[in-house]
């Protein structure tokens, strides 16, 4: 199973930014995918997360109205649109997929993931 992280760069403050993440040797709609990220110095957290099918999905506080998470079972891949960006959602990225067969998804923790792509770095300046 490979998780392959794209999209990341350098931004201004409210730019805009879309992260990829490719999934293979994955039985990509039996999964649950998230995005996670992790700044320096601290813990890795949750950004978002998609059901199966698309219809549900979460968001952690401090992105909710600016982040939207979708996927793309056709061609196995999570997108991350990050809009309005601020200097403290610099961080690196990570997807993750988490086998577990439910329809409406909540805001797990790393631990709940079973596979992690490479990361890609956002770094949003003022």
């Known amino acids: 199973v490979q998780l392959q992280a794209s999209g990341g760069g350098p931004v201004q403050a409210g730019g805009s930014l879309r992260l990829s993440c490719a999934a293979y040797e994955l039985t990509f709609n039996s999964y649950v995918m998230g995005w996670f990220r992790q700044a320096p110095g601290k813990e890795r957290e949750f950004v978002a997360a998609?059901?199966?099918?698309?219809?549900?999905?979460v968001y952690a506080d401090s992105v909710k109205g600016r982040f939207t998470i979708s996927r793309d079972n056709a061609k196995n891949t999570v997108f991350l649109q990050m809009n309005s960006l601020k200097p403290e959602d610099t961080a690196v990225y990570y997807c993750a997929a988490d086998r577990f067969p439910v329809d409406t998804v909540v805001a797990s923790p790393p631990s709940a993931y079973d596979y992690w792509g490479q990361g890609t770095q956002v770094t949003v300046s003022s």
């Open positions: 998609i059901s199966w099918g698309g219809g549900s999905t």
